[in-house]
């Protein structure tokens, strides 16, 4: 049980009594204890999925409140850190830590968001991330953030675009993470539409609202948590519409052109839903 009462997950899908692995040889080899914080409940299961298929332990926290008593109360070798979160972000969240932590009990701590703009990374390393992992997570960066303690090249990490032409649902996609799972693939491609599925009408009920208050700064919430879950299931013309939102909604968008914005997204969330019914 992690500080923050949420279990943890090791390769077999069984909970993990302690950050260590077990090399070839038969010798346990020491492996970083991990703290995952992310709120979205779709890329915290890929990212627990995948953890826990490369043979790692990971504890959970849903926001920057949950991290910080999770920090204080247990240690951790490494924080994947998602950046927009509610009640207190990622950004806030890593200034707290480096200030209040010790020396002897900082961790790496490596940003998530679905694109990193020149901004976003420049505020990112003025509050002490140590570097970046893109969403959606996948396997291979994973596992290199794992190995190293470090993230791909910020260079290398390229935002999500809005493609007008992509299409609706992608199988591909989760077919290549049911094949990172193993033999459970099936059921963990299965279990994560129907995740999904169970979120829609909150997630659309919140974009209405939005457009209907002209609330720019809500409508680019939703939308930037929407397009990291949306790609990791391959909804990639949603995944592009909730970047376009997200994008727009950051400037001083009219209520009107945020109420029309809103519409638009509601509507790609009801082609994405239909799509992934479709698929179970």
Same mark, same amino acid.
């Given at each position: 049980?992690?500080?923050?009462?949420?279990?943890?997950?090791?390769?077999?899908?069984?909970?993990?009594?302690?950050?260590?692995?077990?090399?070839?040889?038969?010798?346990?080899?020491?492996?970083?204890?991990?703290?995952?914080?992310?709120?979205? /409940? #779709?890329?915290?299961?890929?990212?627990?999925?995948?953890?826990?298929?490369?043979?790692?332990?990971?504890?959970?926290?849903?926001?920057?409140?949950?991290?910080?008593?999770? #920090?204080?109360? !247990?240690?951790?070798?490494?924080?994947?850190?998602?950046?927009?979160?509610?009640?207190?972000?990622?950004?806030?969240?890593?200034?707290?830590?480096?200030?209040?932590?010790?020396?002897?009990?900082?961790?790496?701590?490596?940003?998530?968001?679905?694109?990193?703009?020149?901004?976003?990374?420049?505020?990112?390393?003025?509050?002490?991330?140590?570097?970046?992992?893109?969403?959606?997570?996948?396997?291979?960066?994973?596992?290199?953030?794992?190995?190293?303690?470090?993230?791909?090249?910020?260079?290398?990490?390229?935002?999500?675009?809005?493609?007008?032409?992509?299409?609706?649902?992608?199988?591909? #996609?989760?077919?290549?993470?049911?094949?990172?799972?193993?033999?459970?693939?099936?059921?963990?491609?299965?279990?994560?539409?129907? /995740?999904?599925?169970?979120?829609?009408?909150?997630?659309?009920?919140?974009?209405?609202?939005?457009?209907?208050?002209?609330?720019?700064?809500?409508?680019?919430? /939703?939308?930037?948590?929407?397009?990291?879950?949306?790609?990791?299931?391959?909804?990639?013309?949603?995944?592009?519409?909730?970047?376009? /939102?997200?994008?727009?909604?950051?400037?001083?968008?009219?209520? #009107?052109?945020?109420?029309?914005?809103?519409? !638009?997204?509601?509507?790609?969330?009801?082609?994405?839903?239909?799509?992934?019914?479709?698929?179970?």
């Amino acid at each position: 049980m992690s500080p923050t009462g949420t279990t943890t997950a090791r390769s077999d899908g069984a909970p993990c009594a302690s950050g260590k692995g077990v090399a070839t040889d038969g010798v346990e080899s020491p492996r970083p204890n991990v703290l995952l914080v992310e709120d979205d /409940t #779709v890329t915290r299961e890929v990212v627990l999925l995948l953890l826990g298929r490369l043979g790692y332990r990971a504890d959970v926290a849903e926001n920057g409140i949950e991290a910080l008593a999770a #920090v204080h109360a !247990g240690s951790y070798d490494l924080v994947l850190m998602d950046v927009h979160m509610p009640e207190m972000d990622g950004i806030e969240a890593t200034r707290r830590i480096r200030v209040e932590l010790p020396a002897q009990r900082q961790p790496t701590v490596i940003a998530m968001t679905a694109g990193f703009s020149t901004d976003d990374q420049v505020l990112c390393r003025q509050a002490g991330m140590d570097d970046f992992l893109p969403k959606p997570v996948h396997v291979q960066e994973l596992a290199a953030v794992l190995g190293a303690r470090g993230a791909p090249n910020p260079a290398a990490v390229t935002p999500v675009r809005g493609a007008r032409d992509a299409p609706v649902y992608d199988p591909t #996609v989760l077919v290549a993470l049911a094949a990172d799972m193993g033999a459970e693939g099936e059921e963990v491609r299965r279990d994560l539409i129907e /995740t999904y599925l169970s979120q829609d009408e909150h997630t659309v009920r919140a974009i209405t609202a939005a457009g209907h208050d002209g609330d720019g700064e809500a409508l680019a919430f /939703t939308a930037h948590a929407l397009k990291a879950a949306s790609a990791t299931l391959g909804l990639l013309a949603l995944s592009g519409a909730a970047t376009d /939102t997200d994008a727009a909604c950051r400037t001083a968008a009219a209520p #009107v052109d945020i109420a029309l914005a809103a519409a !638009g997204l509601v509507a790609e969330c009801r082609r994405a839903a239909a799509a992934l019914r479709g698929a179970l």
